[in-house]
């Protein structure tokens, strides 16, 4: 739902070098060197092609699958789009929160309903997992009731879930964005799940180790979060210097004093 709509004449990457999804580097390359030499604007004027314009904007769809395709890591990312230009470029071009929310809003009602069922199942999720520890801590000191007994390992269970989704997003944002800041993000949000794991198996009297070594996953997460930080202030201060300044612009290129 938050991705673009696929359009129903969309011509995928594969149809454009005629080739199978399943195609090797070589029989991409191979199909590009034939298609590209019969679309070549030299080519098309020594033939005298009745409509050229329409060869030269093929031949830039070529170019385009060619960028793609012939890239490994590129092409696995197209895959995962559902094989759509579309989608592929709309991903690679960063996702824009005001792009999405138009694509929310263009989305059609069963995708939209489909994403209400997932937010709705993701909050009651949320708001169990404080109600089952408060009444396991209870129980716990009244050694008595269902929860005493049971394992803090199936009480961390909403948990679990929630937090795994949140992992598990992060990665495949991170797979396909192949943006360092979501994939330091994954590694923290890894970490802490881990480091939860840990403490939920000690709770439990599964493992007897010290509370220091528990905690290690804690430390890397933190160690992680500031690395974000860090990264993320160096695409700003990048950003800032590729900034054309008014004091630049009066010096550099007007010429002023």
């Not at 996702?95 to 929310?104: D, K, Q, W």
């Not at 840990?198 to 007897?208: G, K, P, V």
């Amino acid at each position: 739902a938050l991705l673009p709509k696929i359009p129903q004449d969309e011509e995928d990457y594969y149809e454009i070098m005629n080739v199978a999804p399943s195609a090797s580097q070589e029989d991409i390359r191979k199909a590009y060197k034939k298609i590209s030499l019969q679309l070549h604007p030299d080519k098309v004027a020594q033939r005298r092609d009745s409509n050229p314009e329409q060869a030269r904007a093929q031949y830039i769809k070529v170019q385009e699958a060619h960028a793609v395709l012939s890239n490994p890591s590129k092409r696995r990312r197209y895959d995962v789009l559902n094989k759509s230009p579309t989608r592929y470029q709309f991903v690679s071009t960063g996702l824009n929160p005001g792009a999405m929310y138009e694509n929310l809003s263009n989305a059609s009602c069963c995708d939209k309903s489909r994403l209400v069922v997932l937010a709705a199942c993701v909050c009651c999720i949320i708001l169990l997992q404080p109600i089952l520890i408060c009444s396991k801590v209870n129980q716990d000191l009244r050694q008595e009731g269902i929860l005493s007994t049971t394992s803090w390992m199936v009480v961390l269970i909403p948990w679990w879930i929630a937090y795994g989704i949140l992992v598990i997003a992060y990665f495949v944002i991170a797979v396909i964005t192949k943006q360092v800041l979501f994939g330091v993000a994954f590694l923290e949000h890894a970490s802490w799940l881990v480091a939860f794991l840990f403490l939920a198996l000690r709770w439990d009297f599964t493992i007897s180790w010290d509370y220091k070594l528990v905690f290690i996953p804690v430390y890397i997460a933190l160690w992680f979060r500031w690395t974000h930080k860090i990264v993320r202030l160096r695409i700003i201060s990048n950003n800032l210097q590729r900034m054309v300044t008014p004091q630049h612009l009066e010096g550099e290129i007007l010429g002023k004093p």
